[in-house]
């Protein structure tokens, strides 16, 4: 099973893609809506990183909007300052 992870809390992943809950996920850290988020996320990460077969899914570390994101092969996120 698959566990969101911010601020060292881990929680059930919501029905929603990757880019999708980091986007979130960070609008939710910097306390704004997610499309006040500039540059947006297809700017400094190919989206098609974050859609890989979920046989085979990459781990992926990148920065965005000052935080370090990294995903991993089951599908959790990390964001850290």
């Not at 996920?25 to 006040?36: G, N, P, S, T, Y």
């Not at 909007?65 to 850290?80: A, K, N």
């Amino acid at each position: 099973m698959s566990c969101n992870q911010t601020e060292g809390r881990e929680t059930e992943p919501p029905n929603r893609s990757l880019s999708d809950q980091i986007i979130l996920d960070v609008a939710a850290k910097e306390d704004v809506d997610h499309v006040e988020l500039t540059p947006p996320l297809f700017a400094v990460i190919e989206p098609d990183a974050l859609y890989a077969n979920s046989d085979a899914r990459p781990e992926i570390t990148f920065t965005w909007q000052g935080y370090t994101i990294s995903t991993d092969s089951e599908g959790r996120v990390s964001i850290d300052e």
